[in-house]
T-cell receptor
Framework: GNSVTQMEGPVTLSEEAFLTINCTYT??????LFWYVQYPGEGLQLLLKATKADDKGSNKGFEATYRKETTSFHLEKGSVQVSDSAVYFC??????????????FGSGTRLQVQP | DTAVSQTPKYLVTQMGNDKSIKCEQN?????MYWYKQDSKKFLKIMFS???????INETVPNRFSPKSPDKAHLNLHINSLELGDSAVYFC??????????????FGSGTRLTVV
C-alpha cells in the first residue's frame, strides 16, 4: 500500500538557518506529492505540491523537488524565520486511487525556529 | 469567505456522553473527510463521503457515525464517549476523492477532551 516516511522531529534551528525536512514515499505508479503545514492551534494548510517526476513545488520560500529515482520529496528553505515554526506533513495521492482512497500522510515533523 | 468550517472548536465532555461535531464547506467540493489527530500529531483517516455517499470507512469503532445530509455538510456523531476518543478531529474537503492533482482544504479542527 501507499506510505510516507518523514524524519522525526523536533527540528530546532536558529533564525536564518537552512532547513531540510526529509520525506520518502512508497507507492506504485505515479503519485502526486504534497507538503502541508500546521501552525499551532490551526488546521493543515497546503504549502506546495508536485504532480510528476522532476517537478518542483514552491511557495513562501519553501521548495521541494519530486525525485522518482529516490522516491523522495524533501522540503527545503534557505533561511527560516521564527514564524515558520509549525508541524510539516508530507502526503501523497495516486490518480489510480481516485474514488477509493484518501491522501496518505506522513507522521509530521515539528520545526522550532529560535530567534 | 470560502472555507471549511467546523463547530465547536473545543468540546469537553464526560465519559459515556454522546456528542456531535458539525462540518460545512462552501467550496463546491464533492468529497468530504474526517481525520483524527492524536497527541503525537499523527493523522488517521476515519471516513470519507463523496456526494453524500460513504466511500471510506476505516477501522473505526461503530460508536462513531458520520452523517452527510448534503454534499456541503458532513457531521460526526460519537456515542458513549471514552477517554481514548480525546483528540483533535479535522474535517476536510476536496474536489473529488483521491484528487491526485488537488490538495485538501482543512477546517481548523475540534479539540475533544473526554474526562
Amino acid at each position: 500500500g501507499n506510505s510516507v516516511t518523514q524524519m522525526e522531529g523536533p527540528v530546532t534551528l536558529s533564525e536564518e538557518a537552512f532547513l531540510t525536512i526529509n520525506c520518502t514515499y512508497t507507492a506504485t505508479g505515479y503519485p502526486s506529492l504534497f507538503w502541508y503545514v500546521q501552525y499551532p492551534g490551526e488546521g493543515l494548510q497546503l504549502l506546495l505540491k508536485a504532480t510528476k517526476a522532476d517537478d518542483k513545488g514552491s511557495n513562501k520560500g519553501f521548495e521541494a523537488t519530486y525525485r522518482k529515482e529516490t522516491t523522495s520529496f524533501h522540503l527545503e528553505k534557505g533561511s527560516v524565520q521564527v514564524s515558520d515554526s509549525a508541524v510539516y506533513f508530507c502526503a501523497l495521492s495516486r490518480l489510480q486511487d481516485t474514488g477509493r482512497r484518501a491522501l496518505t500522510f506522513g507522521s509530521g515533523t515539528r520545526l522550532q525556529v529560535q530567534p | 469567505d470560502t472555507a471549511v468550517s467546523q463547530t465547536p472548536k473545543y468540546l469537553v465532555t464526560q465519559m459515556g456522553n454522546d456528542k456531535s461535531i458539525k462540518c460545512e464547506q462552501n467550496l463546491g467540493h464533492d468529497t468530504m473527510y474526517w481525520y483524527k489527530q492524536d497527541s503525537k500529531k499523527f493523522l488517521k483517516i476515519m471516513f470519507s463521503y463523496n456526494n453524500k455517499e460513504l466511500i471510506i470507512n476505516e477501522t473505526v469503532p461503530n460508536r462513531f457515525s458520520p452523517k452527510s445530509p448534503d454534499k456541503a455538510h458532513l457531521n460526526l456523531h460519537i456515542n458513549s464517549l471514552e477517554l481514548g476518543d480525546s483528540a483533535v478531529y479535522f474535517c476536510a474537503s476536496s474536489p473529488r476523492i483521491g484528487s491526485a492533482n488537488y490538495g485538501y482544504t482543512f477546517g481548523s479542527g475540534t479539540r475533544l477532551t473526554v474526562v
